[in-house]
Each structure stands twice: as C-alpha cells, then as structure tokens.
T-cell receptor
Framework: DTAVSQTPKYLVTQMGNDKSIKCEQN?????MYWYKQDSKKFLKIMFS???????INETVPNRFSPKSPDKAHLNLHINSLELGDSAVYFC????????????FGEGSWLTVV | QKEVEQDPGPLSVPEGAIVSLNCTYS??????FMWYRQYSRKGPELLMY????GNKEDGRFTAQVDKSSKYISLFIRDSQPSDSATYLC?????????FGTGTSLTVIP
C-alpha cells in the first residue's frame, strides 16, 4: 500500500488551462503539504494543512489553490496555467505540527506547453 | 544565507567505497535531522532520521549530527551501484521542514 499517493504522475497541458493534482495519505498523519521541486532539486514549500486547516501559505500565485476535504486528502488546483508552472509537485505528510519526519508521494510532473 | 547548505556534487565513487555526504545549517532551533534518497523520476524516500545530536546506524548507513558545529553527515559503507541517486538532507523546527539542494551520487561498478 502506497503511503502517500498522488495523481496524475505526468500531466502535459496547454497554457491557460486549469488542472488539479490529487493527493491522499493512509498514514493517519495530521499534517499535509505541497512542495514544488525545481530543476536543481530544491524543494520549496507551497502550502501546509493541519487537520484540514491551512497553516502555511507561502508566497505562491493565487492561481494555486489547495483544498483539504479531510485530513487524509490535500488537492492542488491550478488556474490559468503558465509556462513557468512546469515543475515537479510533491505531496507530503507528517505526523503533526511538532516537526519529526515527513513522507513524500511519488511526484506529479507538470509540463505546460 | 540559506538555512541549509549542501554540496550539490556530483560525487562519483567506485563500488565498495565509503561515501560521506554532509550538510551545514544555521538555525540552532532545528531538532530533527533527516536524510532522503531520491531516484530519478521518483519522490524523496526517507532513509534515516535522528533527534538532536548523536549517531544512528542502519545497515550500511550511518547518520551523524553535531549540533555544536551545526553539521550533519551521512556515511554509506560498501557503496553499491543501487545507491546511485540524489541524497537530500532535511531538518525541522516546529511544523517547518528545511531541505538541502541534494548531492548527486554515482557509484561505478
């Protein structure tokens, strides 16, 4: 059983389109995250939710909107996609807000053409 | 100054060598220290984590944390071609995680 699963793994879409990436974790964790990884492998936090509440909202264009229907799910919706949005997006989860460890999904490779 | 600094490499070693990967950091509030392995087209996979200072061993992998020097290391003994990947260090304070940029490692058969 995959602990943190996200879909789709690959997504190619045109500029201006709207797309969503879904994420689910079966670890029973309270906190979920969205990270963006650039071409140099740097992981940049985008959002974090704890028990469905937004706790971290980094400087991200408001075209990106997270949604957490319950603590096991955190989806990412992107409006009006731009070329610069092409990247790998990772969903992750951790046990709580006290640090500890973080577990990642397999990633979603987004290409905007 | 970045919170976490990691030499990006690339690092290339012969099979069987001992590999040393390192990170330095600036925030003395960090309490948890982690190492991740990331294969191409895959997500980061948690290898080891330690709390505060000290050593932790797991098979061929040893993680060391020196909080006085703000320096962490990952040692890989008897390196194998299957160890070829990017290794990321990470550390946490509260609900925030901070990552190094990763070191690319190639183990040559």
């Amino acid at each position: 059983d995959t602990a943190v699963s996200q879909t789709p793994k690959y997504l190619v879409t045109q500029m201006g389109n709207d797309k969503s990436i879904k994420c689910e974790q079966n670890l029973g964790h309270d906190t979920m995250y969205w990270y963006k990884q650039d071409s140099k492998k740097f992981l940049k936090i985008m959002f974090s939710y704890n028990n469905k509440e937004l706790i971290i909202n980094e400087t991200v264009p408001n075209r990106f909107s997270p949604k957490s229907p319950d603590k096991a799910h955190l989806n990412l919706h992107i409006n009006s996609l731009e070329l610069g949005d092409s990247a790998v997006y990772f969903c992750a989860s951790s046990p709580g807000t006290g640090g500890n460890t973080i577990y990642f999904g397999e990633g979603s490779w987004l290409t905007v053409v | 100054q970045k919170e976490v600094e990691q030499d990006p490499g690339p690092l290339s070693v012969p099979e069987g060598a001992i590999v040393s990967l390192n990170c330095t950091y600036s925030n003395s509030a960090f309490q948890y220290f982690m190492w991740y392995r990331q294969y191409s087209r895959k997500g980061p996979e948690l290898l080891m984590y330690t709390y505060s200072s000290g050593n932790k061993e797991d098979g061929r992998f040893t993680a060391q944390v020196d909080k006085s020097s703000k320096y962490i290391s990952l040692f890989i003994r008897d390196s194998q071609p299957s160890d070829s990947a990017t290794y990321l260090c990470a550390m946490s304070a509260g609900n925030q995680f901070y990552f190094g940029t990763g070191t690319s490692l190639t183990v040559i058969p």
